[in-house]
């Protein structure tokens, strides 16, 4: 069983400041993709960044970077340079290449960017 | 521009109406494509997984008879809230996976949700 956890139900950070949002991951598949989606008020999923369990380098997309530590089962995101339009929820989630595009979600963080 | 059409986006009902809702891969073929469910401030709850041309593989403590789901095409999932009850307004969203890419080329692609409210 896969399970996803995020232990920061939400996070005030300040305009151009960087933002680490949390995530570990428990699961007993040898190979699995690790994802982040951004959920504004609105309701749609937004794609942020992948990173697959055999990746040796951290997953890098814009502003977004993954801190995929494997090791420790971890896979944190940063959000560099804050702008007021990421205040949103962001979700971890992890799919197992067996279930192909099935996701387990965490509970989520809820992110503010203040001026 | 989207990729996964949902629709209706909102729908609000009485109690004891079935609702659809449409999921469509727009320009790829999905084979595959889930539906999930969120209660406010909560997160994605998989409920079954939609199959095409088979019956779809629901989640442990999902009511198949109450979430109907067909898939008859390749671009086409549908959910029906069969005798919908104030408790199933929630948000319930689709994704759908492209058939020709890995897993770790490219996410599913989500639709952008259905907010049901029942009455």
């Known amino acids: 069983a896969q399970k996803i956890t995020q232990t920061q139900p939400g996070m005030f950070v300040q305009e151009k400041e960087a933002v680490t949002l949390d995530c570990t991951y428990d699961?007993?598949?040898?190979?699995?993709?690790l994802f982040w989606y951004k959920q504004p008020s609105s309701g749609e999923m937004i794609f942020l960044i992948y990173?697959?369990?055999?990746?040796?380098q951290n997953a890098t997309e814009g502003r977004y970077s993954l801190n995929f530590q494997k090791a420790r089962k971890s896979a944190n995101l940063v959000i560099s340079a804050s702008q007021l339009g990421d205040s949103a929820m962001y979700f971890c989630?992890?799919?197992?290449?067996?279930?192909?595009?099935?996701?387990?979600f965490g509970a989520g963080t809820q992110v503010v960017v203040t001026p | 521009g989207a990729v996964v059409s949902q629709h209706p986006s909102r729908v609000i009902c009485k109690s004891g109406t079935s609702v659809k809702i449409e999921c469509r891969s727009l320009?790829?073929?999905?084979?595959?494509m889930f539906w999930y469910r969120q209660f406010p401030k909560q997160s994605l709850m998989l409920m079954a997984t939609?199959?095409?041309?088979?019956?779809?593989?629901?989640e442990q403590g999902v009511e198949k008879d109450k979430f109907l789901i067909n898939h008859a095409s390749l671009t086409l999932s549908t959910l029906t809230v069969t005798s919908a009850h104030p408790e199933d307004s929630s948000f319930y969203i689709c994704?759908?996976?492209?058939?020709?890419?890995?897993?770790?080329?490219?996410?599913?692609?989500f639709g952008d949700g259905t907010r049901l409210s029942i009455l």
């Open positions: 699961t007993s598949d040898q190979s699995y993709g």
């Open positions: 994704s759908a996976r492209d058939a020709r890419k890995k897993l770790s080329n490219q996410p599913q692609h």
């Open positions: 989630a992890m799919g197992g290449t067996d279930s192909w595009g099935k996701l387990q």
């Open positions: 320009d790829f073929q999905a084979t595959t």
């Open positions: 990173q697959g369990s055999y990746d040796e």
């Open positions: 939609s199959n095409e041309g088979s019956k779809a593989t629901y």
